[in-house]
Protein backbone atom coordinates (compact mmCIF):
# COMPACT_ATOMS: atom_id res chain seq x y z
CA UNK A 1 0.00 0.00 0.00
CA UNK A 2 2.96 2.25 0.79
CA UNK A 3 4.50 1.36 -2.06
CA UNK A 4 1.48 1.90 -4.42
CA UNK A 5 0.95 5.86 -2.40
CA UNK A 6 4.29 6.57 -3.42
CA UNK A 7 3.73 5.80 -6.73
CA UNK A 8 0.61 8.02 -6.99
CA UNK A 9 2.46 10.99 -5.44
CA UNK A 10 5.28 10.85 -7.72
CA UNK A 11 2.77 10.93 -10.39
CA UNK A 12 1.03 13.59 -9.42
CA UNK A 13 4.41 15.35 -8.47
CA UNK A 14 5.46 15.29 -12.01
CA UNK A 15 1.67 15.64 -14.20
CA UNK A 16 1.41 19.15 -12.46
CA UNK A 17 5.34 19.85 -13.13
CA UNK A 18 4.29 19.93 -16.48
CA UNK A 19 1.55 22.22 -16.38
CA UNK A 20 3.98 24.50 -13.71
CA UNK A 21 6.35 25.33 -16.25
CA UNK A 22 7.35 29.34 -16.40
CA UNK A 23 9.27 30.36 -19.11
CA UNK A 24 11.29 33.98 -18.57
CA UNK A 25 11.15 35.69 -21.83
CA UNK A 26 12.51 39.00 -22.54
CA UNK A 27 11.73 42.19 -24.86
CA UNK A 28 13.32 45.70 -25.57
CA UNK A 29 9.70 46.06 -26.98
CA UNK A 30 7.16 48.86 -25.92
CA UNK A 31 3.98 50.35 -26.63
CA UNK A 32 1.65 48.64 -28.35
CA UNK A 33 3.34 45.88 -28.74
CA UNK A 34 4.11 45.21 -25.32
CA UNK A 35 4.24 47.32 -22.19
CA UNK A 36 5.08 47.19 -18.51
CA UNK A 37 2.32 45.77 -17.25
CA UNK A 38 1.80 43.12 -19.60
CA UNK A 39 -1.16 44.29 -21.53
CA UNK A 40 0.64 44.83 -25.08
CA UNK A 41 -0.46 42.59 -28.37
CA UNK A 42 2.53 40.51 -28.18
CA UNK A 43 2.20 40.08 -24.31
CA UNK A 44 -1.51 39.00 -24.32
CA UNK A 45 -0.69 36.92 -27.72
CA UNK A 46 2.46 34.90 -26.27
CA UNK A 47 0.20 34.64 -22.48
CA UNK A 48 -2.74 32.81 -24.20
CA UNK A 49 -0.58 30.95 -26.63
CA UNK A 50 1.56 29.25 -23.39
CA UNK A 51 -0.96 29.03 -21.19
CA UNK A 52 -2.79 27.02 -23.93
CA UNK A 53 0.00 24.49 -23.89
CA UNK A 54 0.13 24.54 -20.50
CA UNK A 55 2.67 26.79 -19.43
CA UNK A 56 3.63 30.21 -18.08
CA UNK A 57 5.64 33.09 -18.39
CA UNK A 58 7.07 36.02 -17.06
CA UNK A 59 8.44 38.54 -19.42
CA UNK A 60 10.88 41.03 -18.88
CA UNK A 61 11.25 44.49 -19.95
CA UNK A 62 15.40 44.99 -20.95
CA UNK A 63 17.82 46.97 -23.51
CA UNK A 64 17.76 45.86 -26.41
CA UNK A 65 21.65 44.20 -26.95
CA UNK A 66 20.87 42.91 -23.45
CA UNK A 67 17.71 41.73 -23.86
CA UNK A 68 18.63 38.84 -26.44
CA UNK A 69 21.97 38.64 -25.10
CA UNK A 70 20.58 37.38 -22.23
CA UNK A 71 18.10 34.37 -23.94
CA UNK A 72 21.30 33.73 -25.70
CA UNK A 73 23.42 33.07 -22.43
CA UNK A 74 20.49 31.10 -21.05
CA UNK A 75 19.89 33.83 -18.34
CA UNK A 76 16.28 33.90 -19.47
CA UNK A 77 14.91 31.31 -21.71
CA UNK A 78 13.75 33.65 -25.18
CA UNK A 79 13.34 36.84 -26.78
CA UNK A 80 10.74 38.27 -28.83
CA UNK A 81 10.38 39.99 -31.32
CA UNK A 82 13.31 40.30 -33.72
CA UNK A 83 13.45 39.51 -37.47
CA UNK A 84 14.83 36.53 -38.76
CA UNK A 85 18.18 35.92 -39.30
CA UNK A 86 18.83 36.53 -35.38
CA UNK A 87 20.41 32.67 -34.45
CA UNK A 88 23.07 33.80 -37.31
CA UNK A 89 24.40 35.59 -34.42
CA UNK A 90 23.03 34.05 -31.69
CA UNK A 91 23.97 30.49 -31.80
CA UNK A 92 22.02 29.12 -28.69
CA UNK A 93 18.73 30.69 -30.08
CA UNK A 94 16.23 28.90 -31.84
CA UNK A 95 13.61 30.70 -33.92
CA UNK A 96 9.68 30.08 -33.66
CA UNK A 97 9.25 30.12 -37.62
CA UNK A 98 5.48 31.54 -37.58
CA UNK A 99 5.55 35.12 -37.47
CA UNK A 100 4.02 37.48 -34.52
CA UNK A 101 3.03 40.21 -36.81
CA UNK A 102 4.79 42.16 -40.00
CA UNK A 103 6.32 45.09 -38.74
CA UNK A 104 7.07 48.17 -40.52
CA UNK A 105 10.13 50.42 -40.41
CA UNK A 106 9.62 54.07 -40.83
CA UNK A 107 11.08 57.21 -40.64
CA UNK A 108 10.03 60.56 -38.72
CA UNK A 109 10.63 63.90 -38.63
CA UNK A 110 9.82 66.92 -37.35
CA UNK A 111 10.06 68.31 -40.79
CA UNK A 112 6.63 66.44 -43.11
CA UNK A 113 8.29 68.11 -46.14
CA UNK A 114 11.21 65.85 -46.33
CA UNK A 115 10.87 62.51 -48.32
CA UNK A 116 11.72 59.61 -47.60
CA UNK A 117 11.43 56.95 -50.13
CA UNK A 118 13.77 54.29 -50.15
CA UNK A 119 17.34 54.04 -47.41
CA UNK A 120 19.43 55.70 -50.36
CA UNK A 121 17.18 59.00 -49.63
CA UNK A 122 18.29 58.81 -45.87
CA UNK A 123 21.92 60.04 -46.66
CA UNK A 124 21.23 63.85 -46.67
CA UNK A 125 20.38 63.53 -43.09
CA UNK A 126 21.40 63.12 -39.48
CA UNK A 127 19.46 60.44 -38.22
CA UNK A 128 19.38 57.86 -35.27
CA UNK A 129 17.88 54.55 -34.18
CA UNK A 130 18.16 52.48 -31.24
CA UNK A 131 21.39 50.27 -30.98
CA UNK A 132 20.39 47.16 -30.90
CA UNK A 133 18.29 47.35 -34.16
CA UNK A 134 20.44 45.20 -35.95
CA UNK A 135 17.81 45.07 -39.56
CA UNK A 136 18.04 49.44 -38.85
CA UNK A 137 22.36 49.01 -39.16
CA UNK A 138 22.12 46.45 -42.19
CA UNK A 139 20.60 48.08 -43.92
CA UNK A 140 21.48 52.21 -43.50
CA UNK A 141 23.85 53.30 -45.97
CA UNK A 142 27.50 53.46 -44.32
CA UNK A 143 27.31 57.03 -45.59
CA UNK A 144 24.72 58.38 -43.78
CA UNK A 145 25.72 59.94 -40.05
CA UNK A 146 24.08 57.65 -37.63
CA UNK A 147 23.82 58.18 -33.67
CA UNK A 148 22.65 55.07 -31.71
CA UNK A 149 20.66 55.84 -28.71
CA UNK A 150 19.56 52.81 -26.03
CA UNK A 151 15.74 53.06 -25.76
CA UNK A 152 12.65 55.13 -27.26
CA UNK A 153 12.59 57.73 -24.85
CA UNK A 154 16.01 59.12 -25.74
CA UNK A 155 15.25 58.53 -29.62
CA UNK A 156 12.74 60.89 -29.90
CA UNK A 157 14.40 63.07 -27.02
CA UNK A 158 16.97 63.45 -30.22
CA UNK A 159 14.78 64.38 -32.74
CA UNK A 160 12.69 67.21 -30.47
CA UNK A 161 16.03 68.36 -29.71
CA UNK A 162 17.07 69.21 -33.18
CA UNK A 163 20.00 66.91 -32.32
CA UNK A 164 19.02 65.06 -35.90
CA UNK A 165 16.41 65.56 -38.60
CA UNK A 166 15.16 61.66 -38.74
CA UNK A 167 14.66 59.05 -36.70
CA UNK A 168 13.87 55.48 -37.58
CA UNK A 169 11.63 52.97 -35.75
CA UNK A 170 8.78 51.13 -35.64
CA UNK A 171 5.76 52.73 -37.36
CA UNK A 172 3.09 51.93 -34.23
CA UNK A 173 5.35 51.99 -31.64
CA UNK A 174 6.22 55.42 -33.26
CA UNK A 175 2.65 56.28 -33.74
CA UNK A 176 1.71 54.85 -30.19
CA UNK A 177 4.57 57.45 -28.43
CA UNK A 178 3.60 60.25 -30.38
CA UNK A 179 -0.33 60.03 -29.02
CA UNK A 180 0.80 58.87 -25.83
CA UNK A 181 2.93 61.86 -24.76
CA UNK A 182 0.76 64.28 -27.37
CA UNK A 183 3.98 65.18 -29.68
CA UNK A 184 2.14 66.92 -32.33
CA UNK A 185 5.22 68.09 -33.75
CA UNK A 186 6.50 64.71 -34.96
CA UNK A 187 5.82 63.27 -38.77
CA UNK A 188 5.46 60.15 -40.18
CA UNK A 189 7.15 60.32 -43.47
CA UNK A 190 5.99 58.97 -46.54
CA UNK A 191 5.81 54.82 -47.05
CA UNK A 192 7.51 52.58 -44.74
CA UNK A 193 11.29 51.50 -45.67
CA UNK A 194 10.68 47.85 -45.14
CA UNK A 195 8.38 45.30 -43.59
CA UNK A 196 9.52 42.40 -41.96
CA UNK A 197 7.92 39.17 -40.20
CA UNK A 198 8.92 39.67 -36.17
CA UNK A 199 9.59 36.05 -34.47
CA UNK A 200 10.01 34.79 -31.01
CA UNK A 201 13.22 33.63 -30.39
CA UNK A 202 13.76 30.34 -27.33
CA UNK A 203 16.85 29.25 -25.94
CA UNK A 204 17.96 25.95 -27.75
CA UNK A 205 17.13 24.22 -24.20
CA UNK A 206 13.61 24.87 -25.01
CA UNK A 207 13.75 23.92 -28.86
CA UNK A 208 11.87 21.05 -28.35
CA UNK A 209 8.67 23.18 -27.63
CA UNK A 210 9.02 24.97 -30.99
CA UNK A 211 6.86 22.87 -32.61
CA UNK A 212 3.82 23.28 -30.66
CA UNK A 213 4.18 26.49 -30.44
CA UNK A 214 4.39 27.11 -33.86
CA UNK A 215 1.64 24.91 -34.26
CA UNK A 216 -1.03 27.03 -31.85
CA UNK A 217 0.29 30.57 -33.10
CA UNK A 218 -1.33 28.81 -36.83
CA UNK A 219 -4.36 27.66 -34.25
CA UNK A 220 -4.86 31.31 -33.08
CA UNK A 221 -5.03 33.05 -37.05
CA UNK A 222 -6.91 30.00 -38.44
CA UNK A 223 -9.54 30.36 -34.99
CA UNK A 224 -9.71 34.42 -35.52
CA UNK A 225 -8.37 34.54 -32.18
CA UNK A 226 -5.13 36.26 -33.65
CA UNK A 227 -7.45 38.70 -35.64
CA UNK A 228 -9.22 39.68 -32.31
CA UNK A 229 -6.48 40.65 -30.06
CA UNK A 230 -4.33 42.43 -33.13
CA UNK A 231 -7.90 44.96 -33.14
CA UNK A 232 -7.66 45.28 -30.03
CA UNK A 233 -4.26 45.95 -28.91
CA UNK A 234 -2.64 47.61 -32.29
CA UNK A 235 -5.24 50.01 -32.00
CA UNK A 236 -3.10 52.15 -34.95
CA UNK A 237 -3.34 49.36 -37.68
Not at 53 to 72: E, Y
Not at 123 to 150: C, E, H, M, Q, R
Not at 166 to 171: A, F, G, N, T, V
Request: aromatic residues 12%; proline residues 3%.
Amino acid sequence: MKLFITIILILFITIGNIHTLELSLNTADTSPYSTSDGNGFYDILLKEVFENLGIGIKINHLLSKRSIQNADNGIDDGEYARTEGRDAEYKNLKIVPEPLVDFYFVAYSKNSDIVISDWDSLNNYNIAFINGWVYLKNNVPDTVSVTLVSNEDSLFKMLLNDRVEIILYSKLRGLSKIDRDGLEDVFLLDQPLASRGMYLYLNKKYEYLIPEITTELMNFKESGRYLEILEEYLVFQ
